[in-house]
Every structure is written in structure tokens, then in C-alpha cells.
């Protein structure tokens, strides 16, 4: 429980971040659900899918505190990326800021000394 409080702010960002992913993952799975009704291979459920994998290998690595779990975290940051230049396109300013804030605070915080000094094991 001590290594839990001496927890990195990135890190507890980064696993809130991957919560919310999870959660709308969690919501879009009856749609792909609906769609492997007609087709049991889809696009999308291959996306989803990866996705979900993805996101709960990369938490379990930094819950462990491995080394490797830097590198994932990092790549499943990007994923704001894509949402900051649709909501800019589509006009939607405030939403544009929040994602930018967050993009800039996850990857300033999970290329920090002390994520990488927390995030030790091999």
C-alpha cells in the first residue's frame, strides 16, 4: 500500500485517463456486439478489441511498475491526439483545451524523472 501513495501524479492521471478508456470502451461494446450479430469479424470489433487489450495490459504493467510500462502508457496517451484535431475542426473550443491540457499534462508527467524512477522493475 506504500507504493500506492508514493505514487507519481502522472501516474494516478495516467490510470484515471485509462478508466475513462475503459468506460467508453465498456459503452461501445453493445454496439460491437450488434455488429458481430451480422458479421462476426468487423473493423470495428477488431479495434475495440485491440483497444481493450491494449489499455489493460498497459494499466497491469504500471500497476507492477514496469519498466515497459513507460513505453505503453506514452503510446496510449497518443490517442488524444486524434480527438483534439476533430473537436477543433468541428468548432468545439472547450473540449479542444480540456484534451490539449490533458494531452500536454500526460505526456510532460509519464516522460518525468519520477515516473521513470517509479516505474523500476524489469
Same mark, same amino acid.
Given at each position: 500500500?506504500?507504493?500506492?501513495?508514493?505514487?507519481?501524479?502522472?501516474?494516478?492521471?495516467?490510470?484515471?485517463?485509462?478508466?475513462?478508456?475503459?468506460?467508453?470502451?465498456?459503452?461501445?461494446?453493445?454496439?460491437?456486439?450488434?455488429?458481430?450479430?451480422?458479421?462476426?469479424?468487423?473493423?470495428?470489433?477488431?479495434?475495440?478489441?485491440?483497444?481493450?487489450?491494449?489499455?489493460?495490459?498497459?494499466?497491469?504493467?504500471?500497476?507492477?511498475?514496469? %519498466?515497459? *510500462?513507460?513505453? #505503453?502508457?506514452? =503510446? +496510449?496517451? /497518443?490517442? $488524444?491526439?486524434?480527438?483534439? @484535431?476533430?473537436?477543433?475542426?468541428?468548432?468545439?473550443?472547450?473540449?479542444?483545451?480540456?484534451?490539449? %491540457?490533458? *494531452?500536454?499534462? #500526460?505526456?510532460? =508527467? +509519464?516522460? /518525468?524523472? $519520477?515516473?521513470?524512477?517509479? @516505474?523500476?522493475?524489469?
Amino acid at each position: 500500500m506504500d507504493n500506492l501513495r508514493g505514487m507519481p501524479w502522472a501516474i494516478r492521471l495516467f490510470l484515471g485517463y485509462a478508466l475513462v478508456l475503459l468506460a467508453g470502451i465498456g459503452v461501445s461494446l453493445p454496439y460491437v456486439v450488434d455488429l458481430a450479430i451480422s458479421a462476426p469479424v468487423s473493423p470495428v470489433g477488431i479495434v475495440v478489441m485491440v483497444l481493450l487489450a491494449y489499455t489493460i495490459f498497459t494499466m497491469t504493467l504500471v500497476l507492477q511498475r514496469k %519498466a515497459a *510500462a513507460r513505453t #505503453l502508457a506514452l =503510446g +496510449l496517451a /497518443s490517442l $488524444t491526439i486524434p480527438p483534439i @484535431l476533430w473537436t477543433v475542426f468541428a468548432g468545439l473550443w472547450p473540449v479542444a483545451i480540456f484534451l490539449l %491540457a490533458l *494531452a500536454a499534462l #500526460l505526456f510532460r =508527467g +509519464l516522460r /518525468s524523472s $519520477t515516473v521513470r524512477a517509479w @516505474l523500476v522493475e524489469p
